[in-house]
């Protein structure tokens, strides 16, 4: 938290401060990601619909209703997350690469409307906004901050569903769902929540995103590289993990802004992000936080048998 605050301080450049929001953005989409990918084992590719249409209802209310993006925001996430809920209920009579499949036909008929509704969402030109009444200096700073509360919001979320009996019932839907049913865990209703609750934050962050762009267009609204950033981060950080995601979004933002820099507006960026996947996959496939503790444990383990041997040792001698 400390450094949370002193970041944009220290670091005080425009570049920065949009930096720091972009690391808290995809820290709270990969964290609500992780409520419905990580702890259900549900792995969607289609949660960039819900970024898209949280960004699209904020920047309509905002340039035709005058609503501010700041209040609306956390609102207008209220309506995409009761559209998901039905979606979901739709969606997750499907399992496994069925259910990917339906959540990439999702995002991809939600890009068409975009596209086609031309009165509602101006179309592929997109649709503007106006800009946020800060000075230069500071304009990048209000977001940051606001981004962060989101994400505070969006952990202790994912902490309060991971410790309840809710939580205890998606994992055990993900470990097995045919014997989760046996014992009485509702698993269309777990499911279905989890769905409507993950997409939530995504929502907020897409509605934050919008503002803080003040133009936006559905091909970058409902761009599926969104919804594959989410994961990345997670599997990266750790998957079902509380930190993983955050974790995850550290690491790979300033990466992604890096690689972006050195090889400019070449589609290099995007081979690497495949590249790396594949990396994630075949040498950290738990992420970074269960490994880490797995090796503790064996070091843990190995040390209390070495103490255990020795004092054996020790004790015969004695004797």
Not at 67 to 78: C, G, K, N, V
Not at 100 to 119: D, E, H, K, Q, Y
Not at 273 to 281: E, K, P
Request: glycine letters at 10%.
């Amino acid at each position: 938290m400390a450094a949370f605050l002193a970041y944009p301080w220290i670091w005080f450049a425009p570049y920065y401060h949009a930096l720091g929001f972009y690391v808290l953005l995809d820290a709270t989409m990969a964290t609500s990601w992780n409520i419905m990918g990580g702890y259900t084992g549900y792995k969607s590719l289609g949660h960039s619909t819900f970024f898209g249409l949280g960004a699209y209802l904020v920047a309509i209310s905002a340039k035709h209703w005058g609503w501010d993006p700041l209040w609306s925001a956390p609102l207008l996430a209220l309506v995409v997350m009761a559209a998901a809920f039905v979606l979901g209920w739709i969606m997750l009579r499907t399992t496994g690469s069925a259910f990917v499949i339906a959540t990439i036909a999702m995002l991809l008929i939600f890009r068409l409307l975009a596209l086609n509704l031309g009165s509602i969402t101006e179309g592929a030109p997109g649709i503007s906004q106006p800009l946020a009444p800060w000075s230069p200096a500071y304009s990048r700073l209000p977001f940051y901050y606001y981004m962060g509360v989101c994400l505070v919001a969006a952990l202790a979320a994912s902490a309060a569903i991971r410790r309840s009996r809710f939580g205890l019932g998606l994992l055990a839907i993900r470990d097995d769902e045919g014997k989760a049913e046996m014992v009485g865990v509702h698993t269309t209703l777990y499911k279905v929540v989890a769905f409507g609750v993950s997409a939530y934050f995504v929502a907020l962050g897409g509605g934050i995103w919008s503002y803080f762009q003040t133009h936006i267009s559905p091909v970058f609204a409902f761009d599926l590289r969104t919804s594959v950033d989410m994961i990345l981060m997670t599997m990266l950080g750790g998957l079902g993990t509380l930190w993983g995601p955050l974790l995850g979004a550290v690491i790979l933002v300033p990466a992604r802004d890096f690689i972006l820099f050195r090889f400019g507006a070449t589609q290099i960026h995007l081979a690497l992000s495949g590249a790396l996947m594949l990396a994630i996959i075949i040498f950290l496939p738990r992420g970074i936080l269960p490994s880490l503790g797995d090796r503790l444990a064996r070091r843990r383990a190995s040390t209390s048998a070495y103490l255990g041997a020795r004092l054996m040792t020790e004790t015969t001698e004695h004797q």
